[in-house]
Nanobody, 124 residues
Framework: QVQLVESGGGLVQAGGSLRLSCAAS????????MGWFRQAPGREREFVAA????????NYADSVKGRFTVSRDNAKNTVYLQMNNLKPEDTAVYYC?????????????????WGQGTQVTVSS
């Protein structure tokens, strides 16, 4: 089983950037598709981005396309989410998730492994 730990969250002004990291341990990282999700207070957990085993394909929510980039380094057992041009509506707890499938799901209930989350707050 894989364990996931997110880092890199914080407070940033609108238009700024953050890079989230998710370090994995306890499994063969390259055999997991990875996803990023976020959850704001009072809202459901929503899909942000996902990446296949070796990073050959990615998928993004429409709300972050062109601003966020997901990537992975299998040698470091880490997946990243580069977030640029942040907006106040991006404020949420961000979670990474892992699933041993070739194609990464875009729904939260299809992922079996989750990190504890990292808070991202974007001020206007």
């Amino acid at each position: 089983q894989v364990q996931l730990v997110e880092s890199g969250g914080g407070l940033v002004q609108a238009g700024g950037s953050l890079r989230l990291s998710c370090a994995a341990s306890g499994g063969t990282f390259s055999r997991y598709s990875m996803g990023w999700f976020r959850q704001a207070p009072g809202r459901e957990r929503e899909f942000v981005a996902a990446i296949t085993w070796f990073g050959s394909a990615t998928n993004y929510a429409d709300s972050v396309k062109g601003r966020f980039t997901v990537s992975r380094d299998n040698a470091k057992n880490t997946v990243y989410l580069q977030m640029n041009n942040l907006k106040p509506e991006d404020t949420a707890v961000y979670y990474c998730a892992a699933e041993p499938k070739i194609l990464p799901p875009s729904t939260w209930y299809e992922y079996d492994y989750w990190g504890q989350g990292t808070q991202v707050t974007v001020s206007s």
